[in-house]
């Protein structure tokens, strides 16, 4: 198989550029990228691969027989049709202003446009400076590319929206980084990711030309979206070649309103915390984009912010993830706002994105809990506790240290007869535990569960779903697998040292992630001791 790709690459094709050739740190106005030329690395050698994005994208599934793969997905080969560039955009972070960001390391080579119409940009993450690299080296650490390649694919296999992961190159060289930013510097393994997704357009790509006046721009860049990637939206007299419509920008805010609340309510569903929603790291696509300290819930604490530069204000603590996607999309509006003209429109989107993140969280409940979809949109509330049984089931869980994912997947094993004993009822949550012992849990804990489980039973009967149909639709909710914190840092651990091996063993467990996988169960247990304290395994920070 030959390597020629067929790029058509429709945003430096369509959309301004800076003018300026050479590659130095600036302010870039009046323009949505830079062309910029990978800087190349020492000794590129392959670490992981993603046959399935390969697949996708045109490339050989099996890499062995074109080592210049290396070469290519560490910027040290540009392939003849490849347009290199850098976007430009801003954002808010942590809550504020930050004005101009941009691709600081991460560079676009193209957009490969397959045979049947599919769009896939092919992104290297830390490829080496660019204009929007301030002070940063436009590197990445081996650590922080391996979290992204595998949870790129992990969630893809959940069935989460996200940008995909082709590659894992590790580039020979060193990268210097201070870890929990406390003076202590130390060299690390470098590595690049090719990341892969019709677009990696954010929020942030909008909010900089609105805050700097830049109507035109904007105009132009929104257009693009729509055209390239929304075209549904476009009428026929858009068609026809007339302008876009004030109502069809709007219903287009409503799309990215209803896919970021699917995104958010998937998010959810299977314990996922992004830790940096800065509004530079929301997709217009609504994917999940930008891996960096993210974590993943073990025991289930809806406060619990895997990302230390976070820690003091929680603002991206796991339960507040829909909250702070309203907001972004609020930013979003903002940045639309010249091209509606009114405020009305945008409601119209906040309102699509509470009703999109309802519907979608009661599904995934019923879906969760093993009942039939819930009647009327709505779990009723049990009229003895006031509170409806998906709620209830996360107080159970807030109870006592307990496992989010093994507590979820192991209720396809808890009996709903009536005449069930509270051992037995209690028994399949045993592993979910974080107590040593888990019959010391409190008498509290042990009497809310059961009497939850009592009332999930009774549900259970009322409805009379036929019971292997209801454990498989259960599995198929709540994964067994899911890239646990201490999981990517054991691969990690491993490649530092020399051995990429259990990256590619985790890659293939996370491709069937609601699958039973009995030679893999080891990869399914509750996080160990030694990983509750641990970087990486609970502490994670921006610096990647
Ligand atoms: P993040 O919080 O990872 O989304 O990054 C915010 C901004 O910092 C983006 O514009 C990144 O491109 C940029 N950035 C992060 N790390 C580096 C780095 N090592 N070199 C250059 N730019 C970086
Ligand atoms: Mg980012």
Known sequence: MSLDLPFDNSFTHELPADPEPDNFRRAVHGACYSRVQPTPVAAPTLLA????????????????????????LSGNQVLPGMDPYAACYGGHQFGNWADQLGDGRAITLGEVLTPSKQRWELQLKGAGPTPYSRRGDG??????????????????????????????????????????????????????????APSFLRFGNFELPMARGEHELLRQLADYAITTHFPELLSQANDAGQSISASTYAA????????????VAEWM?????????????????GLTIDYGPYGWIDNYDPDW???????????????????????????FANALHPLVGSVEPFEDGMRAFSDTLGQHTLASFAAKLG??????????????????LANQSMRV???TPTDMTIFYRALADVPVQANASDDELLAPLWAAYYEADPSTITPATRSLTLAWLRQLGERVRGEAIEPAHRRARMHAANPKYVL?????????????????????????????????????????????????????????????
Request: aromatic letters at 6%.
């Open 484 to 544: 646990r914190n201490y999981l990517a840092q054991l691969a990690i651990d491993k490649a530092e040292a020399g051995d990429p091996s259990l990256i590619h063993e985790l890659l293939e467990v996370m491709r069937h992630p609601y699958a039973e996988q009995p030679t893999h169960e080891q990869h399914a247990a509750k996080r160990p001791d030694w990983a509750k304290d641990r970087a990486g395994c609970s502490m994670l920070s921006c610096s990647s």
């Open 269 to 285: 569903r299977v314990g996922f915390v992004h830790g940096v929603m800065n509004t530079d790291n929301m997709s217009v696509l």
């Open 371 to 388: 009942l039939e979809p819930f009647a009327g949109d709505e779990d009723p509330e049990d009229p003895r506790s006031g509170v409806s």
């Open 139 to 196: 590197r990445a650490v081996l650590r922080s590319s391996v979290r992204e390649f595998l949870c790129s694919e992990a969630m893809h296999h959940l069935g989460v929206p996200t940008t995909r992961a082709l590659s894992l190159v590790g580039t020979g060289d060193e990268v210097v980084r201070d870890m929990f930013y406390d003076g202590n510097a130390k060299p690390e393994p470098g590595a690049i990711v090719c990341r892969v």
């Open 305 to 331: 912010t895997p990302n230390t530069t976070d820690a003091a204000g929680r603002r991206y603590r796991f339960g507040n993830q829909p909250r702070i996607a309203m907001w972004n999309l609020v930013k």
């Open 252 to 263: 287009w805010f409503t799309q990215v309103c209803q896919r970021t609340a699917t995104m």
């Open 49 to 72: 691969w993603s046959p399935e994005v390969a697949r996708l994208v045109g490339l050989p599934e099996d890499p062995q027989a074109h080592p210049e793969l290396a070469q290519i």
């Open 397 to 399: 869980l807030g109870s």
